[in-house]
């Protein structure tokens, strides 16, 4: 495997690479993120939607969304949260700020638009009809408890989930084998998971599905019964009140305390020695 300062190395040219893509294709890879996650995020709700116990509902729901991370890895895409990393190569001078911040805007919209449409595939094409409406009442619950926390609970809950995220993305790259890269990564996402952390695109599917899924009277009648207030949920909460304190979290644990943190103890300790020498 790669040490955690071999990685630090290795991510200058891999996020050197990311910020060369043509904007064409970072869009796709980003779009393909989106759904990547958006997919695990449908197989977490359906596998823990009848369970009654929350707890265990959680931890269900965490053993299966590791899975959107695992494919956005090994199949190749651009995620907005993991390229939080991309502040590495712009400290070594390798890279402008301006390619980092292109990076981020055209894959941040690429993973909505991703996430967006599996939740459209998803609403539509009958997923959440799933145990007699149950599935889909949770979906619209879950969506309602995203916009209904208050911004600094989202935004500390985005710093911490962000933080394991870029931690797990940092032990996907240390692994040198597919069976490697899925054991580094999975602990620290099914731990976000658990935990009941806050991932941006994740919550770009999350809510959107929610707010889709309420346009069914079959659904919201479900979601009415099993106590959930369908008045708090609209887009324009899925932004105030969500995505921009957890995008903002999310950049402060991946950009702050993950890759400043480890360029600094792996890459700017370097220069002082070479400098000393």
């Known amino acids: 495997m790669n040490s955690p300062k071999e990685v630090a190395q290795n991510y200058i040219n891999i996020g050197i690479g990311k910020m ?128 209904s926390m208050g911004w600094l609970d989202a935004f500390s809950r985005g710093i911490l989930c962000n933080f394991l995220v870029c931690i797990a993305v940092w032990m996907g790259f240390a692994a040198k084998d597919v069976v490697g890269k899925i054991a580094g990564l999975y602990l620290p996402i099914m731990l976000f998971v658990v935990a009941g952390f806050e991932h941006s695109i994740a919550n770009m599917y999350y809510i959107s599905a929610g707010l889709l899924a309420a346009k069914f009277p079959s659904y919201a009648a479900a979601a009415t019964e099993a106590g959930v207030n369908l008045s708090k949920l609209s887009w324009s909460a899925m932004f105030t009140s969500n995505l921009i304190p957890v995008t903002i979290g999310n950049m402060v644990g991946g950009v702050v305390m993950v890759g400043i943190a480890y360029w600094y103890i792996y890459l700017k300790q370097d220069k002082k020695l070479t400098k000393n020498k």
């Open 20 to 147: 060369k893509l043509s904007t064409g294709r970072m869009f796709v890879l980003a779009v393909l993120a989106g759904m990547f996650i958006a997919l695990a995020g449908v197989g977490a709700a359906v596998a823990s939607a009848t369970i009654a116990n929350a707890s265990i509902a959680k931890l269900v729901g965490a053993l299966v969304f590791p899975t959107g991370l695992a494919m956005v890895l090994l199949a190749g895409s651009e995620l907005f949260t993991g390229n939080n990393l991309l502040i590495i190569p712009v400290l070594e001078k390798q890279a402008k700020v301006t390619a980092m911040l292109r990076s981020w805007i055209i894959v941040y919209i690429g993973n909505f638009v991703g996430s967006l449409l599996i939740a459209f595939l998803a609403v539509y094409g009958g997923v959440f009809d799933a145990f007699s409406n149950v599935a889909a009442a949770a979906v619209i619950k879950a969506a309602t408890a995203k916009v």
